[in-house]
C-alpha cells in the first residue's frame, strides 16, 4: 500500500535536505519514510525552478525578518534605556 504525503510534509522534507544540509538518509529514518521517496521528493524539487525560486524566496524572507526582529528589539532595548534615563534625570 502506498502511503499519500501531503504536499507540505514533501516540501518540509525537502527543504530539510537542500536548505537545511541533512542527510537525506537521516532525514527520511526520522519522519519515517523511505529514502528512495525522499530521493525522488527531493530530485524533483531540483528540476523544478519555481519550486527552487519559491525556497529561494522564503530563505531571503526569513533572513529579511530576522533582521527586522533584531532591530526592534535593539529599538525595544533604546526605548527602555532612555526611558530610565529620563526618570533618573527628573528626580535629581
Do not use: H
Not at 64 to 82: G, P, Q, S, Y
Amino acid at each position: 500500500m502506498r502511503n499519500k504525503y501531503p504536499q507540505e510534509f514533501k516540501d518540509e522534507a525537502v527543504r530539510q535536505v537542500i536548505e537545511k544540509g541533512y542527510g537525506v538518509c537521516d532525514v527520511a529514518k526520522r519522519l519515517g519514510i523511505t529514502d528512495k521517496s525522499l530521493y525522488n521528493w527531493v530530485a524533483k524539487a531540483k528540476k523544478s525552478p519555481a519550486k527552487n525560486d519559491e525556497l529561494d524566496e522564503i530563505k531571503r524572507l526569513k533572513a529579511e525578518l530576522k533582521r527586522v526582529t533584531e532591530e526592534r528589539d535593539i529599538l525595544k532595548e533604546a526605548a527602555a534605556f532612555f526611558a530610565s534615563e529620563s526618570r533618573k534625570g527628573t528626580r535629581s
